[in-house]
């Protein structure tokens, strides 16, 4: 799921990302991103954020249920529409006190506004 800020934020993604609860990750191939446990205990299930500034900053969400199956693999069991993540994206909003738009399509047609 993506949502774009109706407002800039202030603050590099990793300074504001950290004020959501969220941690820096990077994968092996060097991707930066953010994680936050979506439940207490082990690594999974997480919120995994991919941010993306440019005129307006965009966050890409989805939650990771499990890590790579298996090595070379980049597939693993997401969920990338739904609910959970709209509640997470709403309180990132509210965290940041900067109104979200959810974006429903890759052309980034708001389903908000």
Do not use: C, W
Not at 45 to 64: K, M, V
């Amino acid at each position: 799921m993506k949502a774009v800020f109706k407002v800039q934020p202030q603050h590099r993604a990793i300074v504001f990302m950290r004020v959501a609860g969220y941690a820096p990750y990077a994968n092996r191939d060097g991707d930066e991103s953010f994680v936050r446990r979506a439940a207490e205990g082990g690594e999974f299930p997480r919120f995994h954020a991919y941010i993306q500034d440019g005129a307006r900053t965009t966050i890409s969400i989805h939650i990771d249920h499990k890590g790579h199956t298996y090595e070379g693999s980049h597939a693993h069991s997401g969920e990338y529409l739904g609910q959970p993540l709209a509640d997470e994206l709403a309180r990132i909003s509210a965290t940041l006190e900067l109104p979200m738009a959810i974006l429903v399509d890759k052309k980034g047609k708001p389903l908000e506004r």
